[in-house]
């Protein structure tokens, strides 16, 4: 089993800044890829970023390449996805997962319980 939980959600105004974090535990994660995920009501859940732990190779979705970073830290145990410019848009419920390196949901096994970021104009 892996652990994940999220944390750093929040309210901020479209053109701010903010960072969640994702703490991983549990069976040799380091073998697995972690991704961003989020779900705006009455939406589908979208992919917004991925990172392979062995490599850091990253692959993000086209709506936020260049405004967000995700970023591992081996000593922490964390993933992180710094985000940039936030726009209304990016109003979701936002999801660790650990899986394969895809941008498919269902290429991740485990999940996070989710934290909320709204952008408000």
């Known amino acids: 089993q892996v652990q994940l939980v999220e944390s750093g959600g929040g309210l901020v105004q479209a053109g701010d800044s903010l960072r969640l974090s994702c703490a991983v535990s549990?069976?040799?994660?380091?073998?697995?890829?972690m991704g961003w995920f989020r779900q705006a009501p009455g939406k589908e859940r979208e992919f917004v970023a991925t990172?392979?732990?062995?490599?850091?190779?990253?692959y993000y979705a086209d709506s936020v390449r260049d405004r967000f970073t995700i970023s591992r830290d081996s000593a922490k145990d964390t993933v992180d996805l710094q985000m940039n410019s936030l726009k209304r848009e990016d109003t979701a419920v936002y999801f660790c997962?650990?899986?394969?390196?895809?941008?498919?949901?269902?290429?991740?096994?485990?999940w996070g319980q989710g934290t909320q970021v709204t952008v408000s104009s």
């Open positions: 997962a650990a899986g394969y390196y895809d941008k498919n949901p269902s290429a991740y096994g485990y």
């Open positions: 549990g069976r040799p994660f380091s073998r697995y890829a």
């Open positions: 990172i392979r732990w062995s490599d850091g190779n990253t």
